[in-house]
C-alpha cells in the first residue's frame, strides 16, 4: 500500500493593508495557482500508480519431484517404487536415485521405462571390484532398442555355491524410506550401478562358507531363473553387507550403499 503526505503550505503574512482592487488581484492570481496545482498533483498521483503497479503476482510454489530413490526392499513383491523393485529417488539419495524427468523421447523415455519394465534379455550384469578390498561394483547394462525400468536396487544375497536350501544366505541392508517414480529408468546403452560392501565393519573374518554373490537385476519383475552368480574369491569377509541403490555412477552408488540401514 502507497503511503501519501500531505504538505502544508505555509503562506506569508502581510504587515501592511492592501487595496481592495489589489486584494480582489492578489485572490485570482492565487485561485488560478491553486487549481494548475491541483491538477499537477492529481496527474502525478496517476502516473505513480501506473508505473508502480497495484497487485503482485504471487511466487509459485516448488512443483519439482524428488525423485529418485525407494521401492522394493528384495523378494519379487513390487512396491511401485521409483526405481523399480529395488531400490528411487534415488535417487537417487535416493535419492538419487534414478532419474525422475522425463529425458529421452519415444521408446527410449523415462516415462516408456516407468511403464516397460527391464527383461534380462535386454540386459548385461557384470560384478567388478570397488576402490576397498570389500566392495564390488554390479553393473547392469541396457543393451536393448527401448528404455526399460528396474527395481530400485537389484536383489542380491551371498551363499554357499553347493547350497541348495540357502541355509548359508546372507542379505545385505539397504537403504530406508524409499519413494518416488514407479521404476529406475535405464535408457539404450546406458548403465545403471549398484554398490555392496560384503564387510562395511572391516573384520577378517565373516559368515563361514559364503563364497558366491548372486544378482537379480530387478527383483519385482524377473523370476528367480534370471539371478546371476558370481564366484567370490576363497576367504572373503563377508559380515553385515550394505547394499545401495542404482545409480547413474559409481560415486553416487557409493554414497547410496552408505546410507542402508534396513534389511533386504
Known sequence: ???????????????????????????????????????????????????????????AAPTGTSGSTGGSTGGSSSTGSTSGSSGGSSSSTGGSGGSTGGSGSGSNSDSYAWTHPCDASQLSVH???????????????NNGSHACGLSYFPLVYLDNS????????????????????????VH??????????????????????????????????????DTVNFPLTGGTPVRAPKLGLYEDTVSAAVASMTQADTQS
Do not use: W
Open 162 to 185: 553347493a547350497s541348495a536350501d540357502q541355509s548359508h544366505a546372507v542379505k545385505p541392508l539397504v537403504p530406508s524410506g524409499l519413494g518416488g517414480a514407479p521404476a529406475y529408468p
Open 188 to 225: 539404450v546403452g546406458e548403465t545403471a550401478y549398484a554398490v555392496i560392501d560384503l564387510d562395511p565393519s572391516g573384520a577378517t573374518s565373516g559368515a563361514p562358507g559364503v563364497n558366491e554373490l548372486n544378482v537379480l537385476a530387478d527383483g519385482n519383475h524377473m523370476p528367480d531363473a
Open 1 to 59: 500500500m502507497t503511503s501519501t503526505s500531505s504538505t502544508s503550505v505555509r503562506r506569508p503574512s502581510f504587515k501592511r493593508s492592501l487595496s481592495t482592487a489589489a486584494v480582489l488581484a492578489l485572490g485570482a492570481l492565487a485561485l488560478t495557482a491553486c487549481q494548475g496545482s491541483g491538477t499537477a498533483a492529481a496527474s502525478g498521483t496517476s502516473t505513480s500508480q501506473a508505473s508502480t503497479g497495484t497487485t503482485a503476482a504471487p511466487i
Open 127 to 141: 560384478v567388478i571390484g570397488g576402490n576397498t578390498a570389500s566392495r564390488r561394483v554390479i553393473e547392469v547394462r
